[in-house]
């Protein structure tokens, strides 16, 4: 199946900081979607790329697509305390998710 | 409210012995998950099944067994053959194919085999 490598594994800020997670893989995806999950949680669902080059934002969270369709960020501008826990990507497959490695934030008040 | 429903939330059992993990969601979702997620780790896929009497092995398949006889549930059976069951397991379900509104999870079973 599908491999996305997330970098990096883990991430503290400073409330205020930014924070910036990023997801590669060897092939070309055809769509990726970014999940957080809470400590303790599940993973809850953020949003849905699917064209080159794409850019949404949800309020301080911008996510993006790369243009080969092969990487994608998500970025978070301001960092709060309630923006803790673990970002996955994951690729989406013929039938299922292929999930990254997650990237671990700690925001340090 | 709709919602996917995993119980128990906590599990304990003595090794060699089966146990069951129930998922239950009242979306009207087609398909639906098992994941396996271990301590900072990511999620691995053991079985998923697009349509009610029919699933497919995941990557992990191997000490775990499934059924979908309705729509609404989905359970599975870690089994004596899986060598290293302790884990947190999370259930999930969506439209079949890409789904814009991506995948709904319940909030997990930790399961601890001692």
């Known amino acids: 199946g599908q491999q996305v490598m997330q970098i990096p594994q883990y991430q503290h800020v400073q409330e205020g900081e930014d924070f910036t997670t990023y997801c590669n893989s060897s092939t070309t995806l055809s769509n990726i979607q970014w999940y957080k999950q809470r400590p303790g949680g599940h993973p809850v669902f953020l949003i849905q790329l699917v064209k080159s080059g794409e850019v949404k934002k949800q309020k301080r969270l911008t996510f993006q697509f790369g243009e080969a369709k092969k990487n994608s960020s998500l970025h978070i501008t301001a960092t709060q305390t309630t923006d803790v826990g673990t970002y996955f990507c994951a690729a989406t497959g013929a039938n299922n998710l292929f999930f990254g490695t997650g990237t671990r934030l700690t925001v340090i008040p | 409210d709709g919602g996917i429903t995993q119980s128990p939330k906590y599990l304990f059992r003595k090794e060699g012995q089966n146990v069951t993990l129930s998922c239950e969601q009242n979306?009207?979702?087609?398909?639906m998950y098992w994941y396996r997620q271990d301590p900072g780790q990511g999620l691995r896929l053991i079985y998923y099944?697009?349509?009610?009497?029919?699933?497919q092995k995941g990557d992990i398949a191997e000490g775990y067994s499934v059924s979908r006889e309705k729509k609404e549930s989905f359970p599975l059976t870690v089994t004596s053959a899986q060598k290293n069951p302790t884990a947190f397991y999370l259930c999930?379900?969506?439209?079949?194919?890409?789904?814009?509104?991506?995948?709904?999870f319940g909030s997990g079973t930790r399961l601890t085999v001692v």
């Open positions: 979306l009207n979702h087609d398909a």
């Open positions: 999930a379900s969506s439209i079949p194919g890409p789904s814009p509104n991506g995948y709904t």
């Open positions: 099944s697009q349509i009610v009497n029919d699933f």
